[in-house]
C-alpha cells in the first residue's frame, strides 16, 4: 500500500488587507522523482530534496536547479529501498534508514554532492528523535537502549559511549572552553516503549571521553513538539547557576550539580484535550503558563494536581517563598499569567495548541497528515492577585462562558469572550469597554494577538480584523474562508481550511495572498522569515513568494 506524508505547518495570524492576489510563483520545477519524501532546508543554507524509495534528488532553494540526483543503490551498495529520511540541515548531512528487523542499515550522506560518508548496521532501532546533532562538535549524539553513543558526523568514528546517562539528548548547554556539556535527558512520546525505567537526568558530561562530571534530577516531563520539534522548556546558564524553566523553575550549582533551589511541580496535560480518530501522534502544549520574572521576583503556577492550584512568589535569587495564593480550584489549565502594575492576571482555561499526526487510510493509499493547531478548554475564567501579599483581588464571572485568550496592549488588558472584545481595569477588574467582535465581520474569535503598540487582531472563524486596544474602534478586516490559526512567523501569517488552501497576511502591508492547494500536496512555510511557501505535488515543486 502507497504512503504519502502530507504535513502542513500552516502559520497564521491575519491582519486586515482587502488584496485576495494569488502568491506568485517564484518558480516550478519538475524533479523527476515521484515525490514520497521531501524537505525543506533553510533559505541561506540552499539546498532541499526530494525523494521516493528508491533515489532521491537535492534541488536549489534559489532556483530549483538539481544539485544532483542519485539511486540510494548508487550512493551505498548495500541500500536496497528507503524507509524513512532524517535530514540534519545544519551540518549538510542526512541519515538514510533502510529498516529490517534486527538488520537495519544506516547510511549517512553529504546532502551538498550526494557521497557517501560511511554506513553501519550497529545501531538498531534507531529513529528521528534518537539522533541529535552537537553543533559545537559537529558530531551526532545517538540514544540506545542502554547506552549513549557518540560519534563523528563525517566519519562515523565512535568517540565515546556511556552507561551513565539514558534517554534522548535534550536541550543542552555546551562549553567550548573544556569541551562540556550540560544537558537534560527525555523521552519522545513515541518511543516511550523502547525505554524501560527510566529517570530523569540533568548531567555535565566531559564530551572528550565520556565521563559524567556530575548528575542530578529533576521534577517534570521534557519533551520536544510532535510536529515542529520545539523544546517545550527552556535550559540556560546565568553565572555559576544552569537554569531549568520545565514545570516551574529548578536551579543547578553548574560546577557541581547541586540543586540550589526548586520550586517545580510534576504535570502532564493527559486528558485535557481528546485526540481526532486514527492519529498516530498527539501532544498538546501550552497549558501551563510560563514563569514571570519581575526584578528580584519570580512567579511561577504550582500545578501539582487538579484539586491544588496556586500561584506561588519567590526570591528568583534564593528559591525563598514570599507567598502562596488562594487556591485555583478546577482549573483544567492556566495558559496565561502576565504581571501589570502590581497585578498578577490569570487565563483560567481558553485556547491551548495541539499538534498531532492522522493516518487516513482509503482504498489505493495510506495519507499521514500532521496538522499544528489550537483548541478550547474549559472551564474559563480571569482571576486577578496582589502582587505584594497573594490576596485575591478580583474574579471575573462574565468569561466562565468563554474565553479565548488574553493579552496587554498599549498598558490594557484584553481579554476576548469570542463573542466580545472587553478592556480590563485591572485594578478592579471593572470593563473599560466592550465591544462585539462582530464588528469585525470575520464570525467568533478564536484567538486575539497583539500587533505593534495599540492594535488588538482578532483571529475569526473566516479571515482576520484588527481593533484599537485604546478604545476599541474597529479598524479593518480582511475576510477569507472558513480556516483556523496554527502559527505566527514575524509579519508573515496563515490562515488554513481545511481542505489545505492557505492565505498568507503581511502584517506590514495589511494584505494577504493566497493559494489553493491541489489534494495530495505538502505543504511547507519557509520558517525563517517566512518570505517563501514551497508545495510538493506529484513530481513537481513549486516555490511560492507570500509578499
Known amino acids: 500500500?502507497?504512503?504519502?506524508?502530507?504535513?502542513?505547518?500552516?502559520?497564521?495570524?491575519?491582519?486586515?488587507?482587502?488584496?485576495?492576489?494569488?502568491?506568485?510563483?517564484?518558480?516550478?520545477?519538475?524533479?523527476?522523482?515521484?515525490?514520497?519524501?521531501?524537505?525543506?532546508?533553510l533559505e541561506v543554507n540552499d539546498y532541499s530534496y526530494v525523494a521516493d524509495a528508491k533515489q532521491m534528488a537535492v534541488f536549489s532553494n534559489k532556483d530549483g536547479s538539481i544539485y544532483w540526483n542519485k539511486t540510494f543503490q548508487e550512493i551505498a551498495p548495500n541500500l536496497k529501498k528507503i524507509d524513512e529520511l532524517v535530514p540534519f540541515w545544519k551540518s549538510n548531512v542526512i541519515f538514510l534508514f533502510d529498516r529490517k528487523i534486527g538488520k537495519d542499515q544506516i547510511a549517512c550522506i553529504d546532502l551538498t554532492n550526494g557521497k557517501l560518508l560511511w554506513s553501519t548496521d550497529k545501531y538498531q532501532n534507531i529513529t528521528e528523535e534518537m539522533i541529535v546533532y552537537i553543533e559545537e562538535d559537529d558530531?551526532?549524539?545517538?540514544?540506545?537502549?542502554?547506552?549513549?553513543?557518540?560519534?563523528?558526523?563525517?566519519?562515523?568514528?565512535?568517540?565515546?559511549?556511556?552507561?551513565?546517562?539514558q534517554g534522548v539528548v535534550g536541550k543542552y548547554i555546551y562549553n567550548k572552553d573544556d569541551q562540556t556539556m550540560t544537558m537534560v535527558n527525555f523521552v519522545p512520546n513515541g518511543i516511550v516503549a523502547f525505554f524501560t525505567g527510566l529517570k530523569n537526568q540533568i548531567v555535565r558530561i566531559n564530551m572528550k571521553n565520556g565521563e559524567v562530571i556530575?548528575?542530578?534530577?529533576?521534577?517534570?516531563?521534557?519533551?520536544?513538539?510532535?510536529?515542529?520539534?520545539?523544546?517545550?522548556?527552556?535550559?540556560?546558564?546565568?553565572?555559576?547557576?544552569?537554569?531549568?524553566?520545565?514545570?516551574?523553575?529548578?536551579v543547578y550549582d553548574y560546577n557541581t550539580g547541586a540543586t540550589l533551589w526548586s520550586a517545580a511541580f510534576d504535570y502532564t496535560p493527559e486528558g485535557i484535550v481528546k485526540p481526532p480518530p486514527n492519529v498516530t501522534r498527539w501532544g498538546v502544549y501550552g497549558t501551563v503558563a510560563d514563569p514571570v520574572v519581575v526584578g528580584d521576583d519570580i512567579y511561577i503556577l504550582d500545578m501539582t494536581d487538579k484539586r491544588h492550584q496556586f500561584v506561588k512568589k519567590y526570591d528568583y535569587h534564593t528559591g525563598k517563598l514570599l507567598w502562596t495564593s488562594k487556591e485555583v480550584k478546577g482549573a483544567r489549565a492556566i495558559p496565561g499569567m502576565t504581571v501589570v502594575d502590581d497585578v498578577v492576571l490569570l487565563q483560567i482555561g481558553g485556547m491551548v495548541e495541539i499538534q498531532y499526526t492522522q493516518k487516513i487510510e482509503t482504498q489505493y493509499y495510506t495519507i499521514y497528515y500532521s496538522v499544528v493547531g489550537y483548541r478550547n478548554v474549559k472551564p474559563n475564567g480571569v482571576q486577578a492577585f496582589n502582587a505584594s501579599d497573594g490576596s485575591l483581588l478580583w474574579e471575573s464571572e462574565k468569561f466562565k462562558k468563554g474565553i479565548t485568550n488574553g493579552i496587554t496592549v498599549g498598558g490594557n488588558h484584553i481579554v476576548c469572550s469570542g463573542k466580545?472584545?472587553?478592556?480590563?481595569?485591572?485594578?478592579?477588574?471593572?470593563?473599560?469597554?466592550?465591544?462585539?467582535?462582530?464588528?469585525?465581520?470575520?464570525?467568533?474569535?478564536?484567538?486575539?494577538?497583539?500587533?505593534?503598540?495599540?492594535?488588538?487582531?482578532?483571529?475569526?472563524?473566516?479571515?482576520?480584523?484588527?481593533?484599537?486596544?485604546?478604545?476599541?474602534?474597529?479598524?479593518?478586516?480582511?475576510?477569507?474562508?472558513?480556516?483556523?490559526?496554527?502559527?505566527?512567523?514575524?509579519?508573515i501569517v496563515l490562515m488554513k481550511t481545511d481542505k489545505d488552501d492557505i492565505a498568507a497576511f503581511d502584517l506590514s502591508t495589511m494584505t494577504y495572498k493566497k493559494y489553493d492547494a491541489r489534494k495530495g500536496a505538502e505543504t511547507w512555510l519557509e520558517r525563517e522569515d517566512a518570505k517563501y511557501v514551497y508545495v510538493y505535488e506529484k513530481k513537481t515543486v513549486t516555490k511560492l513568494s507570500t509578499k
Open 420 to 491: 466580545s472584545l472587553y478592556s480590563i481595569n485591572i485594578k478592579n477588574g471593572e470593563d473599560n469597554y466592550e465591544v462585539p467582535v462582530s464588528k469585525g465581520g470575520v464570525g467568533l474569535a478564536e484567538l486575539i494577538l497583539p500587533y505593534d503598540d495599540d492594535i488588538v487582531v482578532v483571529v475569526g472563524e473566516k479571515g482576520l480584523s484588527t481593533f484599537k486596544a485604546k478604545d476599541g474602534s474597529f479598524i479593518k478586516n480582511a475576510i477569507y474562508k472558513s480556516s483556523t490559526m496554527s502559527g505566527q512567523i514575524g509579519d
Open 1 to 41: 500500500m502507497k504512503k504519502i506524508l502530507i504535513i502542513v505547518l500552516a502559520i497564521s495570524f491575519g491582519f486586515p488587507g482587502f488584496s485576495q492576489e494569488e502568491m506568485s510563483t517564484v518558480w516550478s520545477k519538475d524533479m523527476g522523482i515521484k515525490i514520497t519524501f521531501s524537505g525543506t532546508g
Open 139 to 165: 558530531g551526532f549524539a545517538i540514544s540506545l537502549k542502554k547506552e549513549l553513543v557518540y560519534i563523528k558526523a563525517l566519519t562515523g568514528e565512535e568517540v565515546w559511549s556511556t552507561t551513565k546517562f
Open 214 to 250: 556530575w548528575e542530578n534530577t529533576y521534577i517534570g516531563r521534557a519533551d520536544r513538539k510532535i510536529i515542529t520539534k520545539d523544546f517545550i522548556y527552556d535550559l540556560e546558564l546565568d553565572g555559576d547557576k544552569v537554569i531549568l524553566r520545565l514545570a516551574g523553575i529548578q
